[in-house]
């Protein structure tokens, strides 16, 4: 009865594939989102859906393209992979309403070599 | 540019007594401030939140302190467990917004 689930765990690719990462909810949540850890420990929003509708788009390349099919997903598609393109990619979930605690996914590990 | 900033990468306690985290923050307009728990491998945690109402809330163990003139909030965990072990992540947000802002986390290590 996981919260908010990511697959796939772990991912290692080469450079120019491309390969997306799903995720999803059933807390019941209207608002989802896409956290970028890098290699400095660094948390930075990407994306964030509310409702299906796409809320914040922070300065990430065209290469990444969120979709969410129903509020309960949010997946993340990524283009023509690059090397800094690996970090431990988060999803996050939280009701408007409940102000801002957001409930994490265990995180994606994106290895581009 | 980093709004959020957590200056110690790490802090070691021994349990019993008392850890203090710290974060400052640059932005004015950010009115809600939440701590996370992060174990290795996992997702972040929510642990405690505070609006910029107050200066002080409180949870069991852990209590958050906010000082809006100074821009600055504490987590203090008493007494500390070894169970504590973790990364925390001071995060602030806006009404107005939908994104956490992070700090780089501060990895506590209690020990026995």
């Known amino acids: 009865d996981t919260a908010v689930s990511q697959t796939p765990k772990y991912l290692v690719t080469q450079m120019g594939n491309d390969k997306s990462i799903k995720c999803e909810q059933n807390?019941?949540?209207?608002?989802m989102y896409w956290y970028k850890q890098d290699s400095k420990k660094f948390l930075k929003i990407m994306f964030s859906?509310?409702?299906?509708?796409?809320?914040i788009n922070e300065t990430v390349p065209n290469r990444f393209s969120p979709k969410s099919p129903d509020k309960a997903h949010l997946n993340l598609h990524i283009n023509s992979l690059e090397l800094g393109d690996s970090a431990v990619y988060f999803c996050?979930?939280?009701?408007?309403?409940?102000?801002?605690?957001?409930?994490f996914g265990p995180g994606t590990r994106l290895t581009v070599l | 540019d980093q709004q959020v900033k957590q200056n110690s990468p790490s802090l070691s306690v021994q349990e019993g007594r008392i850890s203090i985290l710290n974060c400052d923050y640059t932005?004015?307009?950010?009115?809600?401030f939440l701590w996370y728990k992060k174990y290795p491998a996992e997702g972040p945690t929510f642990l405690i939140s505070?609006?910029?109402?107050?200066d002080k809330n409180e949870d069991g163990r852990f209590t958050v302190f906010l000082n809006k003139s100074a821009k600055h909030l504490s987590l203090h965990i008493v007494p500390s467990q070894p169970g504590d072990s973790a990364v925390y992540f001071c995060?602030?947000?806006?009404?107005?917004?939908?994104?956490?802002?992070f700090g780089k986390g501060t990895s506590l290590l209690v020990t026995p």
């Open positions: 932005n004015s307009m950010f009115d809600y």
């Open positions: 505070i609006s910029s109402i107050k």
């Open positions: 859906y509310n409702n299906k509708e796409l809320i």
């Open positions: 996050a979930s939280s009701q408007r309403e409940a102000y801002n605690e957001q409930f």
């Open positions: 995060a602030a947000s806006a009404y107005s917004g939908y994104a956490l802002n």
């Open positions: 807390l019941g949540h209207d608002t």
